[in-house]
């Protein structure tokens, strides 16, 4: 058979590609997984009451974009957190978790050409894997920019050339930042915003790290462009991390309606709607903050912490959010693999999240630790991480 060769130079998954350098191995103690993103914290008490008060619905087809109480919620939580109004009914769309949308908005939304070239999709290096495979997939190139410690861990999509910048059709941007727990500023949202009105592109704002914070709360992309084309931002958020519910799939976007309408198009064709037992549930769980107050003072006392356990650490950067530890070593690859075999804790390369863009790899002298385990379990494990790779 002929397969098409748009993925053929994608690179593995970054957990595949662990479990090869990794498994080959044995662990040098107890094994404790300090890799993949996914929330320990207990969720509140009454999910599962609610399910099991709506368990019917499981016998029913779902609303597609949503129930109208979930749309409602979603909006409702928008207006709260970030001061904007959102119609439910034309700019909010339920999601079987951000990354479902991440990827299908490019579909439903990049156009084939842009000022009659091959479009551009422009994601910071380090990214999340499912921006280059859906720029890949609309045929678009993709543009990786270095997000490091010179430009504050966030990419500097300004300092592009007009060439590329021509040709942007969509630039995603991750804020608090996965790996690094960099924040956008207002100033920098507002940058971004004004080169995308320049330009003519659209923000896919991945943000469903902000609700995990230090001190204040981060600024939303919708917050930043009350005065700009509201098709120009584009944002998409969940409740894993906010409510430690990863395995609901819960998620929304929101953006102008000429967006939302065409991403609501393709999902009655190609999309899975959430349960509507887990719609109910995402309705109750958007309209409560004190479970999100409860986790979110659990992670603060994680980065005091960590901190402590790295402030002698040259190159030691605390995060500002979100609940991943980007450390900086010599060789990412080589650093996860004496830590397991010396110590049995596991975290990811730098590079495995990353791509070579000049025979440059951004992430190659830095490793990923997930602060997700109880507290006392990380303490451990940042501990012997510690001991082991700065000793």
Known sequence: MTFPERFSNLPDYAFPRLRGLLDVHAPGGDVLHMTIGEPKHAFPPWVGQIIAENVAGFG???????????????????????????????????????????????LALCPET???????????????????????????????VPAGPETGFLPDYGALGADVLNRVAIAYLCSPSNPQGAVATAEYWQDLIALAEKHDFQIFADECYSEIYRDAAPVGALQAARQADPERVVAFNSLSKRSNLPGLRSGFVAGGAQSVARIRQLRAYAGAPLPLPLQRVAEQIWADEAHVDENRALYRRKFTAADAIFADVPGYVPPQAGFFLWLPVEDGEAAALTLWQETGVRVLPGAYLARDVGGHNPGKDFIRVAMVAPITEMQHGLSKLRDCLYR
Do not use: H
């Open 60 to 106: 029913k087809y779902p609303p597609n974009d949503g129930t109208p109480e979930l749309c409602a919620a979603i909006a409702g939580w928008i207006g709260r957190r970030y001061g904007v109004s959102v119609d439910p009914g034309t700019q909010v769309m339920a999601l079987n978790g951000t990354r479902e949308g991440l990827f299908n908005a490019a």
């Open 114 to 144: 842009v000022r009659g070239k091959r479009p551009v999709v422009l994601m910071p290096n380090p990214f999340y894997q499912v921006y280059a495979v859906a720029a890949l997939a609309v045929g678009a190139e993709p543009v990786y």
